[in-house]
Nanobody, 119 residues
Framework: QVQLAESGGGLVQPGGSLRLSCVAS????????MGWYRQAPGKQRELVAA???????NYADSVKGRFTISRVNAKNTVYLQMNSLKPEDTAVYYC?????????????WGQGTQVTVSS
């Protein structure tokens, strides 16, 4: 059973930066597209960044130019570098493997990591 472990969240002031990490316990990580989702209070979970198995990148408009997703297959790890953070980025952030046109998560969710942007 695949397990996803997110870390790196915290409290940061507007304009600040954070780097999230997600380690996936699976035998063959490199074949999967991976993504970062977030869920803000009272809102649906949304995919904000994705990286394909071939390294193609996609971002939600709300984070384009501020967030960067990357992966290190040898470490079974996907990262999310978040810069110029805004209060509206406050959410619990999760990683998973998006699949299908609706970007449905392929695996069970991990515990997520809380990001709070506030002065």
């Amino acid at each position: 059973q695949v397990q996803l472990a997110e870390s790196g969240g915290g409290l940061v002031q507007p304009g600040g930066s954070l780097r999230l990490s997600c380690v996936a316990s699976m035998r063959i990580f490199s074949v999967y597209d991976m993504g970062w989702y977030r869920q803000a209070p009272g809102k649906q979970r949304e995919l904000v960044a994705a990286i394909t198995s071939g390294g193609n990148l996609n971002y939600a408009d709300s984070v384009k130019g501020r967030f960067t997703i990357s992966r290190v297959n040898a470490k079974n790890t996907v990262y999310l570098q978040m810069n110029s953070l805004k209060p509206e980025d406050t959410a619990v952030y999760y990683c998973n493997a998006p699949t299908g046109g609706n970007y449905s998560p392929r695996f069970n969710w991990g515990q997520g990591t809380q990001v709070t942007v506030s002065s």
